[in-house]
């Protein structure tokens, strides 16, 4: 039995609906990461910018078993390096920074709730 005509522009809408949430809830981990990065890892002296501006949010796209997912990161090995921990050799002891890790915990709820509100949007704004 084929699916109704109805139906398929339901999945459609939804799909779409799917994304939007996806996109708002990396938007806001992203910028979350990219604030706090923005004043350094520890004294704000050698800030530069560039590790805030190095924040990427990927499209949508469907990963492997099928999820439908967002990617958040950056290709800066710095930023790992912090992230894990490292040797410091100006300051001579270990240094360990976990923005991107408080982030992720720290903006959850909000996350959530940008998901659910452009969930919502997209599928009130489509016509049945």
Known sequence: MAN?????KFRETFLRA?????????????????????????????????????????????AEG????????????????????FYNIYTKRPERVEHWREAMMESGPTAAQAFAQAFDQTLQGSPS
């Open 18 to 62: 799917l994304d939007a949430g996806l996109v708002a809830a990396g938007d806001v981990y992203a910028t979350d990461v990219a604030t706090r990065l923005a004043g350094g890892y520890t004294s704000g002296q050698f800030t530069t910018g560039e590790a805030a501006q190095a924040v990427e949010r990927t499209a949508p796209y469907t």
């Open 4 to 8: 109704s005509a109805k139906f398929l």
């Open 66 to 85: 099928g999820l439908r997912t967002v990617s958040v990161g950056s290709n800066d090995p710095k930023q790992l390096a912090w992230e894990l921990g």
